[in-house]
């Protein structure tokens, strides 16, 4: 399920409040990002039009459909494929060429790709 920057602004609020009332995520947002509450109510609606949102009733109840890592997964893949032709080889070197790791970083880095013992998707 792609997910478009200001569906994801409503998904961030949710994973962290939980289910709650839309004039919650409304107020959340007006606080972080200046939307009123129409555009917020907007953004909720395709949410739950694209399935990722669940609207229960009384009080316009929303419950994220879609986990957090699930998302990230999939924002990841797509955008490996989109800009690295698919090769998570490619993504990693440019990443650690632009952005480097510190060595905590590089051990952990090094401890998952052993423990994944190199497996392909």
């Known amino acids: 399920m792609k997910l478009f920057d200001s569906e994801l602004k409503i998904m961030e609020v ?3 409040e939980g289910p709650v009332p839309a004039r919650r995520v409304a107020e959340i947002l007006s606080q972080r990002v200046g939307w009123n ?3 917020t109510y907007t953004v909720i609606k395709k949410c739950i039009e ?3 949102i669940r609207r229960e009733e009384p009080d316009f109840i929303c419950h994220p459909l879609e986990e957090r890592e699930t998302v990230r997964r999939e924002e990841t893949e797509a955008l490996i494929d ?3 032709g698919g090769s998570s080889e490619l993504f990693f070197s440019s990443f650690l060429r632009e952005r ?3 060595e905590g970083d ?3 880095l090094l401890r998952l790709i052993q423990e994944k013992g ?3 998707k």
Do not use: I
Request: aromatic letters at 10%.
């Open 14 to 16: 949710l994973w962290e």
């Open 37 to 39: 509450k129409n555009t």
């Open 50 to 52: 694209k399935g990722a």
């Open 82 to 84: 989109k800009m690295f």
């Open 100 to 102: 480097g790791v510190s």
């Open 106 to 108: 590089a051990r952990e």
């Open 118 to 120: 190199g497996k392909e």
